[in-house]
């Protein structure tokens, strides 16, 4: 079982054309620079945004289909999304915002927990920092139980090492779920390290070249590193 | 000094503010949140009463609430009795006149509230109806508050429009702008002092408030 998406969008820039796949349990990590269609796709995934021609489909489910007139509103696909930055609810506190959608209000316990929450569940977003308040988005996206989670740039507006500690937590979590992920980041480390599948996107297109050159060794680079790279390149593909 | 009339203008403008919240901030959503045929049309006739002076809006809404009048004609079939010359006919008076002036407030705090927490609120599964209880209202409470001071005290002061459909019948259509109007005929200035100045404390304090939540 997997998600399958063939998209076409024209931008002002370029046109978006792209396949990808990605199966159940597993996470795509969408890597590009700023402004290559990373997060027009994602959108598209989500229902955001409307493709001018393609299909996508989860299981059986068809979420899009240009040719059948098909296009599920993103409150009927069921997703998880954790956006670029802070998007909580301002009037809900931390636990209103997790609790949004779920169904399992036990679910939102053990989801702030892990993300050591707990103590802060009645603090409103704005009473709380960067790192906490996408801990928190995270949880909101989760505790719905969505069957997809989609997650744009999640962590890009903190600090490197909330931005690790966050990345180690997330990866966590998502290798215990059944459902597929798709990660958009323009940091490789982090499309490294979270994707199961890494999938280069430039200029609307997937580009795996670009991910050759900017991930080359430099000059004089010892051996030992230039085989561990080759190793990492081939387990991320 | 004579408390019915100033009773009666504030009876006319709670009743007036409440429905027109009521009737405002749906339209402010669909307005700011879709894109619809005809938005633009329906946008310039919910606001042509700002462009129109009061006393013309009056004379329209005076044939429209009428006994030949489409309003009027409704009124009559479904409760009996004619809309003219009553306290709810200036209610539905001065719901037309004041409709901009609540849409346009309101309209604005919709604008303020962040396209991405719309977005967030459909990815979590709310319908458009649900997101505007559970998100858009919420997070337009102060502005809300202040449109409906500033529709309170916008009717509070009708008169034009009040004139023309309510006349003046003592404990029923005479609010205190149109008894202010007839001491001022009559030459009793005394009466027209103690009700002008009533309104100068009312109106004061309320657009403080109005600029307390708008700061927020």
């Not at chain 1, 059948?68 to 802070?86: A, E, I, S, W």
């Not at chain 1, 966050?166 to 459902?179: A, G, S």
């Not at chain 2, 009559?76 to 004619?82: D, V, W, Y």
Request: hydrophobic share 50%; glycine share 8%; with cysteine.
């Amino acid at each position: 079982m997997c998600l399958t998406a063939v998209l076409k969008k024209k931008t002002k820039f370029f046109t978006i054309s792209v396949e990808l796949t990605c199966p159940d349990g597993e996470t795509l990590a969408l890597i590009g620079p700023s402004g290559s269609g990373k997060t027009t796709i994602i959108r598209m995934l989500a229902g955001l945004v409307t493709p001018d021609e393609g299909r996508i489909v989860y299981r059986d489910r068809v979420f899009f289909d240009s040719s059948r007139g098909v296009n599920l509103p993103p409150q009927k696909r069921k997703l998880g999304y954790v956006f670029q930055d802070y998007s909580l609810f301002p009037h809900l506190t931390l636990y209103g915002n997790a609790a949004f959608a779920a169904q399992d209000r036990r679910e939102v316990d053990a989801l702030l927990g892990f993300f050591g929450l707990t103590a802060l569940r009645d603090r409103k977003p704005q009473e709380v920092s960067g790192g906490e308040r996408q801990r928190c988005a995270v949880c909101q996206a989760l505790a719905r139980n969505p069957q997809l989670l989609l997650l744009d740039e999640p962590f890009s507006a903190l600090d490197v090492v909330t931005r690790r500690l966050l990345r180690n937590e997330l990866k966590k979590i998502t290798e215990t779920r059944t459902f597929p992920v798709v990660y958009v980041t323009h940091d490789i480390t982090e499309a490294l390290f979270i994707g199961n599948t890494v999938l280069p996107i430039v200029g609307g297109a997937i580009d795996r070249a670009w991910m050759e050159r900017i991930t080359a060794p430099a000059a004089g680079t010892d051996a030992r590193t230039k085989a561990a790279r080759t190793t990492k390149l081939a387990l991320a593909y | 000094m004579e408390l019915l009339p100033l009773y009666l203008s504030a009876k006319l403008a709670t009743v007036a503010t409440l429905i027109l919240i009521g009737i405002a901030a749906p339209l402010a959503y669909l307005l700011t949140n879709f894109t619809w045929p005809g938005k633009s049309f329906v946008e310039a006739l919910v606001n042509l009463p700002i462009a129109l002076p009061p006393t013309v809006i009056g004379f329209y809404l005076l044939f429209l609430l009428g006994p030949k009048g489409f309003v009027g004609t409704v009124w009559e079939n479904l409760f009996g009795g004619t809309l003219l010359f009553t306290f709810t006919g200036i209610v539905i008076a001065s719901i037309f006149y004041s409709l901009p002036f609540a849409i346009q407030p309101i309209k604005a705090s919709f604008e303020k509230v962040d396209p991405r927490l719309k977005e967030s609120a459909y990815v979590l599964g709310l319908s458009p109806t649900a997101t505007f209880f559970r998100v858009i209202i919420p997070n337009s409470v102060h502005g809300i508050a202040a449109a409906a001071i500033l529709v309170f005290l916008h009717t509070m002061g009708a008169f034009g429009v009040v004139l023309m459909v309510g006349g003046s019948i003592a404990g029923e259509t005479r609010v205190a702008s149109i008894a202010i109007y007839e001491a001022v005929e009559s030459m009793q200035y005394e009466k027209a002092w103690a009700l002008s100045l009533a309104f100068i404390p009312i109106g004061y304090g309320f657009l403080l408030l109005v600029n307390r939540l708008t700061r927020k």
